[in-house]
């Protein structure tokens, strides 16, 4: 009988996966559902013994059975999209199914963890450091650091909480490892709580990720005797933005409003319950069983470049003609993301910008396409890598409303606690309306009689610009998190890069 | 019987650490809201102030005050749906939708490489144009 392998991703649900599997049933052939191999614009993708099919419908299961589709791609491992990548984190996608133990073992699972339970905790710290592991949540702080931080910390308890709150737009790499690969989370969760002496791990994820939610919660019970007596649990978000930032994330599991605690104290030393706690994204804490097998920490930092070392699961996302995910090792251009690998724009129009590090991320023009995906790269050029969804825009992108959305989301996504990003905000939605109506409105609190010192003549556009300019760096260095801090980032170089869609 | 289910879902939660916001989930979805008075009683249940559950409630986007029987159509409307075209096709859904179906935004489905995408209930949906997208609000 004939084996067909689909993903049950909840992208490839989105497309229909669910019922071309049904459909290759009821035609008699034996459906294994796995994880997804990241060629998003092919999915739903059919595996047959290696040949790829995609996207297929309901409708194309005869002629795929029968081997006369023309949705056939050939070899999916040789695939141009695929072969090229390299894959340490997504190692397992597309190839084993994710509530397996039995794929999980057999592709090297559990490795990791048993080599790590054998050393004492700074000897895995120091494993962790060697390889310039640095936070892939976007700060890209080293995580041997961290980890020796909460690991030297006397306390009678410390947690290790995994930041799985991935809610930038354009960022789907959490989501796929949690659902396509959950046990190599939880492998390298239980490898850092052995490290830093932790009794409890959380994982904090999002309420618009159900999917995730119940792979993550199944494959917790399966695996709870492996990583005994660590406990494990996956905790809901609740729709709030803002607590994607680590401190807010905290106050969340606690149950509190999800505001910003102001650093210090660090989390290392007063994370969660007021003990020392490890935060780390999920790529972060995806990449330790890798390391952590023999000789993995030498591997991963013979990778990338400067001080970005190993590899980067990057998303390619927006209007993209090949949109998906695709890790490589740092070092790679925007252009041979966009271009070569992206295929150019979904609507086939020339690119106008493309957006990185999700809705606090900059907006590159293609001028600026050749930097190299680099953590400090991107700091000098005003723009930053964040969780490295790439979100492509055509030309008919209005950069002044994008900028305006920004500010807009920023406001609605405030947590409140500071004021440059609470104000700052609303008022920066105020001030780029008033530029983009190019009407020059008195301020209506100057106009008073009693404001004597307020100008009596409205602002120019120049002036108003000006002042949004302005407004952006009181936001940027007065906000408590990222958030706030970050906003001006798509802002700015909206307006530095297409200043004519402010008019 | 409504208080019945409430205990229920604290005696559930009892002795795990920071239980506030698993019971609101668990009282969302069983009541379809998060009403004052369960509020009071989640409080006193917590041994915390009113005030603070208020305070919680209030904050996250997921928890309501009141029920809205209507079925919800989540439409995500972040930059890389956006970049696919997701505001042309609000007008399309409202219409469709009428007062009968709630369409709300969503930032982020996590779909952004085949938007615009939408949610109802747990199931997913991508790719979605003018008439998929009317299709589904009818359907909801």
């Not at chain 2, 005050?65 to 075209?85: H, S």
Request: with cysteine; aromatic share 6%; glycine share 10%.
């Amino acid at each position: 009988m004939m084996k067909v392998r689909i993903s049950d991703d909840s992208l490839a649900l989105a497309l229909g996966a669910d019922s071309v599997a049904d459909a290759f049933a009821a035609a008699g052939a034996v459906v294994e559902r796995t994880s997804s191999w990241g060629m998003h614009w092919l999915e739903p993708l059919v595996d047959v013994d290696g040949i790829g099919y995609g996207p297929a419908t309901v409708d194309d299961v005869s002629a795929i059975l029968d081997g006369t589709s023309a949705l056939c791609i050939g070899p999916i491992a040789e695939h141009p999209f695929i072969k090229p990548q390299q894959r340490l984190t997504f190692a397992r996608a597309g190839r084993t199914r994710p509530l397996s133990l039995e794929d999980y073992e057999a592709t090297g699972g559990w490795a990791g963890l048993r080599r790590a339970q054998a050393m004492s905790g700074d000897a895995v710290i120091a494993e962790v450091t060697q390889s310039g592991l640095r936070g892939r949540g976007g700060a890209g702080f080293p995580a041997g650091i961290k980890w020796k931080t909460v690991a030297n910390a006397p306390a009678p308890r410390k947690y290790v909480v995994c930041n799985a709150d991935e809610g930038d737009s354009g960022t789907f790499a959490d989501r796929m490892l949690m659902e396509g690969d959950p046990f190599q989370l939880i492998e390298g969760l239980a490898i850092c709580a052995h490290a830093v002496g932790a009794q409890t791990a959380y994982i904090y994820t999002r309420s618009e990720y159900p999917h995730a939610i119940a792979k993550l919660r199944a494959a917790i019970d399966l695996a709870a005797a492996i990583i005994a007596p660590l406990h494990m649990e996956v905790r809901e978000g609740a729709g709030a933005y803002v607590c994607g930032e680590e401190t807010s994330l905290l106050n969340s599991i606690e149950g509190k409003r999800g505001v910003v605690r102001a650093k210090p104290p660090l989390p290392a030393l007063e994370g969660l319950f007021g003990c020392p706690t490890v935060v780390n994204n999920v790529l972060t804490i995806a990449a330790i069983p890798h390391i952590l097998s023999e000789g993995g920490a030498a591997e991963y930092a013979a990778l990338g470049v400067d001080r970005s070392l190993g590899t980067k699961p990057i998303q390619l996302a927006g209007n993209i003609k090949h949109g998906g995910l695709y890790e490589t090792a740092f070092g790679i251009s925007l252009h041979d993301l966009v271009y070569a690998i992206g295929g150019g724009t979904a609507s086939g129009r020339p690119v106008k910008a493309v957006q990185v590090g999700g809705p606090l991320g900059a907006y590159i023009p293609p001028a600026q396409f050749d930097l190299p995906f680099d953590y400090e790269a991107y700091a000098r050029a005003d723009a930053l890598i964040g969780h490295g969804g790439v979100v492509v825009v055509d030309d008919s992108a209005d950069m002044g409303r994008l900028a305006r959305f920004a500010m807009e989301f920023c406001a609605v996504e405030s947590c409140g606690k500071c004021t440059p990003c609470r104000i700052g905000s609303t008022r920066g939605v105020e001030l780029i309306d008033r530029i983009r109506a190019g009407a020059k409105v008195l301020d209506p609190v100057g106009a008073l009689p009693q404001m004597h010192n307020a100008p009596k003549t409205a602002r120019t556009a120049d002036q108003d610009i000006a002042l949004l300019e302005e407004l952006c760096e009181t936001m940027k260095f007065g906000s408590l998190c990222a958030l706030g801090g970050f906003t001006p980032y798509p802002v700015l170089s909206a307006l530095r890069h297409w200043p004519e869609d402010f008019q | 019987m409504t208080n019945e289910r409430l205990q229920e879902i604290l005696a559930r939660h009892a002795g795990s650490e920071g239980p506030l916001l698993p019971i609101l989930h668990d009282v969302q979805r069983a009541f379809g809201c998060v009403s004052p008075d369960t509020q009071q009683a989640i409080a006193q249940a917590l041994n915390l102030s009113r005030a603070e559950v208020h305070g919680v409630v209030s904050f996250y986007h997921d928890f309501t005050e009141e029920t809205d029987p209507r079925p919800c159509v989540q439409l995500c409307r972040a930059e890389a749906c956006q970049a696919r075209g997701v505001e042309a096709l609000v007008e399309a859904a409202e219409a469709a939708a009428g007062n009968r179906v709630r369409i709300a935004p969503v930032y982020c489905l996590g779909l952004c490489s085949v938007g615009p995408a939408a949610r109802i209930g747990d199931a997913l949906h991508a790719r979605l144009d003018a008439a998929s997208l009317a299709r589904l609000v009818e359907a909801a």
